[in-house]
């Protein structure tokens, strides 16, 4: 679809010095999507105390002296 959008000068510019004139357009497609089309957050993350942690120093029930 085709649009009109008034972007900032100091945005724009730095649009075209890092991607170039040709690449407006897709540019701000990726921006656009990876904002609104986001991914939910898991539980970790969520909460500042909880943390993902390695699982490779998980024990087996082996492990355990019963």
Do not use: A, C
Request: net charge positive; glycine share 4%.
């Amino acid at each position: 679809m085709r649009t009109t959008v008034e972007i900032r000068d100091d945005i724009y510019q730095k649009i075209v010095k890092e991607y170039g004139k040709r690449r407006i357009s897709i540019t701000i497609n990726e921006i656009l999507t990876k904002y609104f089309l986001k991914k939910r957050q898991d539980m970790f993350g969520v909460d500042p105390w909880l943390k993902q942690t390695d699982l490779s120093d998980i024990r087996d029930e082996h492990d355990r002296n019963l």
